[in-house]
T-cell receptor, first 111, second 113 residues
């Protein structure tokens, strides 16, 4: 089984940089995903890491260290529209191909 | 290209009633999953499927059944609704590699009274 931990809430100001951490314990790691979810909407895919290192996509970057069971999502040049929940999810290769999610981090961006 | 379509969007059931939540995708994805989302609990996996004819249980399968007779459809059946099943239900699908991410439907908000 998995144990996925991320902070419950974070706050930041417009234009700033914020890092959302995620730690996990899993028996058969096969990829880590980050999703964004605005209130009342479906989650949308942000990033995927399966090898160690940094993946960059515009203002968003995601980092993975498999040996430490650790990932972070980095959001740069924060905008008000980035206020949302950010979900860390792990896929276990041996158990199947569905994702197991952490409880999510609610990010509030203020001006 | 509609993506992942869930119906209905809203539903109110009485305790003991049964119903089926529909999920269809037109992206020829092999993998499909059902999640429920409750405040403070995050997304929890109910059932999933790696292809037509193959299903398996997730974290919270009790009270739910699924079947996968075609690649496109993955309905979720509530056998005898209980107030504890009040939740928002999401269906998701992906290709086998998963590198492109899992695509979610818009959700079904279910209330059991």
């Amino acid at each position: 089984g998995q144990n996925i931990d991320q902070p419950t809430e974070m706050t930041a100001t417009e234009g700033a940089i914020v890092q959302i951490n995620c730690t996990y314990q899993t028996s058969g790691f096969n990829g880590l995903f980050w999703y964004q979810q605005h209130a009342g909407e479906a989650p949308t895919f942000l990033s995927y890491n399966v090898l160690d290192g940094l993946e960059e996509k515009g203002r968003f970057s995601s980092f993975l260290s498999r040996s430490k069971g650790y990932s972070y999502l980095l959001l740069k040049e924060l905008q008000m529209k980035d206020s949302a929940s950010y979900l860390c999810a792990v896929r276990e290769g041996q158990a199947g191909t569905a994702l197991i999610f952490g409880k999510g981090t609610t990010l509030s961006v203020s001006s | 290209n509609a993506g992942v379509t869930q119906t209905p969007k809203f539903q109110v059931l009485k305790t003991g009633q049964s119903m089926t939540l529909q999920c269809a995708q037109d992206m020829n994805h092999e993998y499909m999953s059902w999640y429920r989302q409750d405040p403070g609990m995050g997304l929890r996996l109910i059932h999933y499927s790696v292809g037509a004819g193959i299903t398996d249980q997730g974290e919270v399968p009790n009270g739910y059944n699924v079947s996968r007779s075609t690649t496109e459809d993955f309905p979720l059946r509530l056998l005898s609704a209980a107030p504890s099943q009040t939740s928002v239900y999401f269906c998701a699908s992906s290709y086998s590699t998963g590198a492109e991410g899992y695509t979610f439907g818009s959700g079904t908000r279910l209330t059991v009274v």
